[in-house]
């Protein structure tokens, strides 16, 4: 494993690692709202270290990431594309798969929205979200995010706390092992309710971005996911031409924690044939 300090959009030092072969292909893991890398440990301590270079990073505002106060460092799509940008060229990433797990599918979006498609090889959008406005709400995304929100980015700790719990358990159709859950609970702690706030405080409609794509694209999806409900999925099939669905029944948030074997082999597939193209 190697340990990078990346500076991204504005500036902002983004904490970022690796595993893997050095020469392999390259699968970049973006993670979602007031999450870690850490949530992809199941990725990069499988298998797919041995055939592929594996990278991912806290978001800015997340886990070892900088996190400056100013919201205005968290609501510009600008900012959030060149810090993957940035990724991509310090590191020397030779076309990547962008795997998205939901603000992830934000992020992914502002960057080809900024940079276009040509320096990626495919997309893998996890319970993706692309789209945030009023219009979506319990339409696209569902009642275990927005019933925590208010607590999760009020400024008192025992709301935070409470809110946090429950948007934990929510993540996953089936209660996780206890020390799994604790672990995540704990990363998602780190990050500070005015991050979480002004994440959600953007307007965000990314179908311009989704009709441009050229890449492949693999949306998978939890049919038992109550925070980016399914209907997110459906929709980004509908308005993406080269997507492709991998519907997991039974399983809610986070399909790659939720049902790694199937996860990882359908993930190192995508990225084989999407070098391919």
Same mark, same amino acid.
């Given at each position: 494993?190697?340990?990078?300090?990346?500076?991204?959009?504005?500036? @902002?030092?983004?904490?970022? =690692?690796?595993? $893997?072969?050095?020469? %392999? /292909?390259?699968?970049?893991?973006?993670?979602?709202? +007031? #999450?870690?890398?850490?949530?992809?440990?199941?990725?990069?301590?499988?298998?797919?270290?041995?055939?592929?270079?594996? @990278?991912?990073?806290?978001? =800015?505002?997340? $886990?070892?990431?900088? %996190? /400056?106060?100013?919201?205005?460092?968290?609501?510009? +799509? #600008?900012?959030?594309?060149?810090?993957?940008?940035?990724?991509?060229?310090?590191?020397?990433?030779?076309?990547?798969?962008?795997?998205?797990?939901?603000?992830?599918?934000?992020?992914?979006?502002?960057?080809?929205?900024?940079?276009?498609?040509?320096?990626?090889?495919?997309?893998?959008?996890?319970?993706?979200?692309?789209?945030?406005?009023?219009?979506?709400?319990?339409?696209?995304?569902?009642?275990?995010?927005?019933?925590?929100?208010?607590?999760?980015?009020?400024?008192?700790?025992?709301?935070?706390?409470?809110?946090?719990?429950?948007?934990?358990?929510?993540?996953?159709?089936?209660?996780?092992?206890?020390?799994?859950?604790?672990?995540?609970?704990?990363?998602?702690?780190?990050?500070?309710?005015?991050?979480?706030?002004?994440?959600?405080?953007?307007?965000?409609?990314?179908?311009?971005?989704?009709?441009?794509?050229?890449?492949?694209?693999?949306?998978?999806?939890?049919?038992?996911?109550?925070?980016?409900?399914?209907?997110?999925?459906?929709?980004?099939?509908?308005?993406?031409?080269?997507?492709?669905?991998?519907?997991?029944?039974?399983?809610?948030?986070?399909?790659?924690?939720?049902?790694?074997?199937?996860?990882?082999?359908?993930?190192?597939?995508?990225?084989?044939?999407?070098?391919?193209?």
């Amino acid at each position: 494993m190697k340990i990078h300090s990346v500076t991204g959009g504005n500036g @902002v030092r983004l904490h970022v =690692r690796e595993w $893997g072969k050095a020469d %392999a /292909p390259a699968i970049l893991f973006i993670h979602g709202w +007031s #999450q870690s890398h850490i949530c992809w440990l199941k990725q990069y301590e499988s298998e797919l270290a041995s055939a592929f270079r594996l @990278v991912a990073f806290d978001l =800015r505002g997340h $886990g070892m990431s900088e %996190a /400056p106060e100013a919201g205005d460092h968290y609501t510009q +799509s #600008q900012a959030w594309a060149d810090d993957i940008a940035a990724i991509v060229e310090q590191l020397g990433l030779r076309h990547p798969v962008l795997v998205g797990w939901s603000y992830g599918g934000f992020v992914i979006c502002d960057y080809i929205r900024a940079y276009g498609q040509d320096a990626i090889a495919g997309i893998n959008f996890v319970g993706a979200a692309v789209t945030l406005d009023r219009a979506a709400f319990g339409v696209l995304i569902g009642p275990c995010f927005l019933d925590h929100v208010p607590g999760a980015t009020a400024d008192d700790l025992p709301s935070n706390i409470q809110a946090m719990r429950a948007f934990v358990r929510g993540c996953t159709a089936r209660p996780l092992p206890r020390d799994e859950y604790e672990i995540a609970l704990s990363w998602n702690m780190v990050v500070p309710p005015k991050v979480r706030a002004a994440l959600v405080t953007r307007v965000i409609d990314s179908d311009d971005v989704l009709r441009s794509l050229e890449r492949p694209v693999l949306v998978t999806q939890g049919l038992s996911d109550r925070v980016i409900l399914p209907a997110m999925g459906d929709h980004i099939l509908k308005t993406c031409r080269t997507g492709n669905a991998s519907w997991y029944p039974e399983t809610g948030h986070a399909p790659f924690i939720e049902d790694t074997p199937r996860f990882n082999r359908e993930l190192a597939d995508f990225v084989r044939k999407a070098r391919e193209l």
